[in-house]
């Protein structure tokens, strides 16, 4: 179950799982355990799901037989569900909404025609080994044509999980996976503007599934992340609430210690926050010398898409307040100083950085337990934490502090 958060912050557009810059961390020694977190990007067919080209050929290939008529169907049907690959481009340049919506339209179309090539094979070949793969992949299928706008999957993809869920042999596994993409696709439904709506939706089908599955333990996993979904949108009492819920109840240690850490990070909210460097570009930085400005602290790196994709955001916001006293402070998690210097030369980024040459961690990212980047604090004019997330509505936020 360790993809329950994951699936929570795909679902509520809060803090993501950090896919989407995966490759670019990992070439660089892959800074502490800081993840980059995501926005909106395209529902592929899983790779690894796929199991593409798969040998089923029961050994006959090995000794030049003539494939059975169906484990050649099968294997036709696997060289079908190769996933489209996005655009080269997107490996450098954010990709807009519309483009990643018309990939996942597609990519869903394709969903959902392997899905019936799925049935028409276990229909045809009921006894042939793969007929019960193909029927788990048909209900795979049909839930990524479902997430990427193709409704009339809706009908069919209901029927088969109320067949699965009545199988008396079906594994608890296999039933609370079942269940929990249930919920995904209830909460995916909802309005995305409405975050209250899918929070709220979201926590109350993880408290059903808990009555449903009282020893499964690790289902608290998805009271904490709903709680970060609260902090990221501006409701820190109800994130404390959950978070204390969990430290509270008799869940895995693991859990206790995430919300801990969530915890912690509200307890920082009205307090200063002790940032003292001196930066790449050789100035002496003390954020509790600050005062009578308004701070962002914005811990971020060069490889991380998301927080590339909000840098036009940071300096416009930085352009336009910084005359009426708006500072930025960049955390830089980059590993490699050239990367960086480069970055900061060709966007014209003035504001003071901290880096480390070091192979892995960074001392203020682990000292303050930043899991996910961008992660953008606001200092108040008095030098208080006073936003845990600056990324959202950030000129606006920056405003309001000012004007105090």
């Given at each position: 179950m360790a993809s329950l958060s994951c699936a929570v912050a795909t679902l509520l557009t809060?803090?993501?799982?950090?896919?989407?810059?995966?490759?670019?961390?990992?070439?660089?020694?892959?800074?502490?355990?800081?993840?980059?977190?995501?926005p909106a990007r395209p529902a592929t067919v899983?790779?690894?799901?796929?199991?593409?080209?798969?040998?089923?050929?029961?050994?006959?290939?090995a000794t030049n037989k003539t494939l059975l008529a169906g484990d050649q169907a099968w294997q036709e049907l696997l060289k079908s569900?190769?996933?489209?690959?996005?655009?080269?481009?997107w490996e450098t340049n954010q990709p807009s909404k519309e483009a990643i919506a018309d990939f996942n339209r597609k990519n869903g179309a394709m969903a959902l025609d392997v899905a019936l090539k799925m049935r028409t094979f276990y229909e045809k070949y009921p006894e042939h080994e793969m007929a019960s793969e193909a029927r788990d992949r048909e209900q795979y299928l049909l839930g990524v044509a479902m997430q990427t706008g193709h409704t009339n999957a809706a009908g069919r993809l209901r029927d088969l999980e109320a067949a699965r869920l009545k199988d008396p042999n079906l594994s608890q596994e296999e039933r609370l996976q079942l269940r929990v993409a249930q919920l995904q696709r209830e909460v995916s439904g909802l309005s995305d503007?409405?975050?209250?709506?899918?929070?709220?939706?979201?926590?109350?089908?993880?408290?059903?599934?808990?009555?449903?599955?009282?020893?499964?333990?690790?289902?608290?996993?998805?009271?904490?992340?709903?709680?970060?979904?609260?902090?990221?949108?501006?409701?820190?009492?109800?994130?404390?609430?959950?978070?204390?819920?969990?430290?509270?109840?008799?869940?895995?240690?693991?859990?206790?210690?995430?919300?801990?850490?969530?915890?912690?990070?509200?307890?920082?909210?009205?307090?200063?926050?002790?940032?003292?460097?001196?930066?790449?570009?050789?100035?002496?930085?003390?954020?509790?010398?600050?005062?009578?400005?308004?701070v962002l602290i914005d811990f971020w790196a060069t490889w991380c898409g998301p927080c590339m994709a909000e840098l036009?955001?940071?300096?416009?916001?930085?352009?336009?307040?910084?005359?009426?006293?708006?500072?930025?402070?960049?955390?830089?998690?980059?590993?490699?100083?050239?990367?960086?210097?480069?970055?900061?030369?060709?966007?014209?980024?003035?504001?003071?950085?901290?880096?480390?040459?070091?192979?892995?961690?960074?001392?203020?990212?682990?000292?303050?337990?930043v899991a996910s980047i961008p992660t953008m604090w606001l200092i108040d004019k008095k030098g208080n934490l006073r936003d845990l997330n600056g990324r959202e509505d950030l000129e606006e936020k920056v405003q309001k502090l000012l004007a105090e």
């Open positions: 809060v803090a993501g799982c950090g896919d989407a810059t995966e490759k670019q961390a990992k070439s660089e020694s892959t800074p502490t355990t800081v993840t980059a977190a995501e899983r790779e690894d799901d796929a199991d593409l080209l798969k040998d089923v050929a029961v050994g006959a290939a569900m190769r996933p489209p690959s996005p655009p080269a481009e503007t409405n975050i209250s709506a899918r929070l709220n939706a979201f926590e109350k089908g993880a408290r059903s599934l808990m009555k449903e599955f009282p020893e499964r333990l690790e289902l608290g996993q998805m009271l904490t992340s709903v709680a970060e979904g609260w902090l990221e949108h501006g409701q820190p009492d109800k994130a404390r609430t959950l978070a204390k819920e969990v430290t509270d109840g008799k869940y895995p240690e693991e859990l206790k210690g995430e919300a801990n850490s969530l915890l912690k990070k509200l307890d920082r909210v009205g307090k200063p926050v002790a940032i003292k460097f001196k930066a790449l570009d050789g100035r002496d930085i003390d954020v509790a010398s600050m005062k009578g400005k308004v036009p955001n940071v300096k416009a916001a930085y352009t336009k307040l910084n005359p009426k006293g708006f500072e930025i402070v960049g955390i830089s998690l980059d590993r490699d100083k050239s990367a960086l210097t480069n970055v900061l030369a060709k966007q014209n980024m003035t504001w003071p950085q901290h880096w480390e040459e070091a192979t892995q961690g960074n001392k203020f990212a682990e000292e303050f337990e």
